[in-house]
């Protein structure tokens, strides 16, 4: 299951502020949960921006489309079924950094095999799963025909996911679609009706775990098992040593004794066979060479800590630091790939923070190409945000959000995002989103004419600013109050 990217390859560039090449950072760049930075400065409280929609000429808000694109029903399966047995995964495989145009034909095979490995996964009753025979029975003989009928075979896919629906919804108590989802997924991708079972591609492998719905009593067994072998494997020593020596020569900006280190880090993990340290090891080399700018190491070193993770929270930040490049650079396909994969990942591990980082940086993407479908992003990574009651979360999709919002001309809805980005960002310390949140509200007001509330917003957001390191930010609204005054 994976995005339906065919005709989507780079979304228009825009230079922000003036700045462009590899390393430009979106202004709420700092805020990325997966890199919080402590900033400093006494924790402060501010009531937000009070009433301050009511300010703005009237605008009649585009109606948003609804349309899902293939990773939100993936991500949106993860999500339901989370903390169950059941978890779909797409298979890991290293991305081909020099073809982004990859053939993402699905056959019709697969489709079936995967369904059926669905129905077994969750345990499926067999009163149940004689009516999902039946269904699958009319799909085979519709693709032994020479021309067989897509309709019909969706058709019956739907009514077959119904079933296992239902069972699933029964089972955990709480409405279900995640097998229909996966369902219009798959049929968002280009399907080869021609029955062929040796024609496999990986990019949509569906991997079960052995925990099923049916065994969901042996979840607490599996999870102390887990705890045991983890403390049983303990780390050599000496390998330990190596590690966390180059970490402290990349942390004092000492990049080539650090890579000289790790290089040796690395023969030593590979005769001990450790993957998962080579998997670490490799993500910081990628770390090193992404902060430097040789960006053809960094994507080749961040693939080969994928080719040796063995934990999915290397996998989120591997897949998240691909995903930065591409985006940094637009190249749309490659960017979208890999933020899905370590939401994807990062929703089997119920990382809510992880998962809504990814999802609103999807939402930036889809903005900057003037498509609606951007709400749908962040509206689910608002609800998980919502779920995670961080603070600091809810503040990074409301600043984003809001600053979509003023992008596609809906100042209202835009004023009362960047409300709630303040009112969030006051319960942490976090003076610069603050200060932003303020700097683009009094921004909109500016362009709505309605300049002393622009001034009022202004006042409030220097005080923050005043709080921070950034002299530029803090120059920016000095200069503004001046013109105002």
Do not use: C
């Amino acid at each position: 299951m994976g995005l339906n990217l065919s005709t989507v390859h780079q979304r228009p560039y825009t230079v922000k502020d003036g700045r462009s090449g590899v390393k430009q950072k979106q202004e709420d760049e700092r805020s990325s949960i997966l890199e919080y930075e402590k900033e400093q400065g006494e924790e402060s409280r501010s009531k937000g921006l009070q009433y301050v929609e009511n300010t703005v000429d009237t605008y009649e808000a585009g109606q948003v489309q609804t349309g899902w694109q293939a990773a939100k029903s993936q991500i949106q399966a993860q999500q339901m079924m989370n903390g169950s047995a059941y978890a779909v995964k797409r298979e890991n495989e290293p991305v081909n950094t020099n073809n982004f145009n990859n053939n993402t034909d699905i056959n019709i095979a697969q489709v079936i095999k995967d369904f059926r490995n669905t129905a077994i996964a969750i345990g499926t009753p067999p009163e149940l799963q004689e009516e999902v025979d039946g269904y699958l029975e009319l799909i085979y003989s519709q693709i032994k025909k020479e021309n067989p009928n897509p309709k019909l075979i969706k058709s019956n896919f739907k009514n077959a996911s119904t079933i296992l629906d239902g069972y699933i919804s029964q089972t955990l108590e709480k409405e279900s679609k995640v097998v229909e989802n996966w369902v219009d997924a798959i049929f968002l991708q280009r399907i080869d009706f021609k029955y062929d079972e040796d024609n496999v591609n990986p990019k949509f492998l569906v991997k079960f775990p052995e925990k099923t719905l049916a065994s969901k009593e042996t979840e607490e067994t599996a999870e102390t098992t887990e705890t045991t072998k983890a403390e049983v494997h303990e780390i050599d020593p000496e390998l330990k040593s190596m590690f966390m020596d180059s970490k402290k020569l990349a942390k004092a900006n000492k990049p080539k004794e650090a890579l000289l280190n790790y290089q040796k880090a690395l023969l030593k993990a590979d005769e001990l066979g450790e993957n998962s340290i080579k998997s670490k090891i490799y993500f910081e080399v990628g770390n090193i060479y992404n902060e430097y700018d040789y960006i053809p190491q960094a994507l080749t070193s961040y693939n080969k800590s994928l080719e040796n993770a063995t934990e999915n929270a290397v996998k989120i930040k591997a897949h998240y630091s691909m995903a930065k490049i591409y985006d940094e650079v637009n190249e749309i396909s490659p960017a979208l790939d890999h933020y899905y994969s370590s939401a994807a990942y990062a929703g089997e591990e119920n990382n809510l923070e992880a998962q809504t980082v990814s999802l609103t940086k999807m939402g930036n993407i889809y903005t900057d190409m003037y498509e609606q479908d951007a709400y749908e992003f962040y509206n689910e990574a608002e609800y998980l945000a919502n779920e995670s009651q961080n603070n600091k979360v809810i503040g990074f999709v409301a600043s984003n959000k809001a600053n979509s919002y003023k992008k596609f001309g809906e100042p209202q809805e835009a004023l009362k995002e960047y409300s709630i980005a303040v009112k969030h960002y006051s319960q942490t310390d976090s003076p610069l989103q603050i200060a932003r949140s303020y700097n683009s509200a009094a921004d909109l007001m500016i362009e709505y004419h309605n300049l002393n509330k622009a001034k009022s917003l202004l006042q409030k957001g220097i005080t923050f600013a005043e709080k921070t390191d950034d002299a530029g930010l803090i120059a920016e609204f000095r200069e503004k109050l001046e013109i105002l005054s």
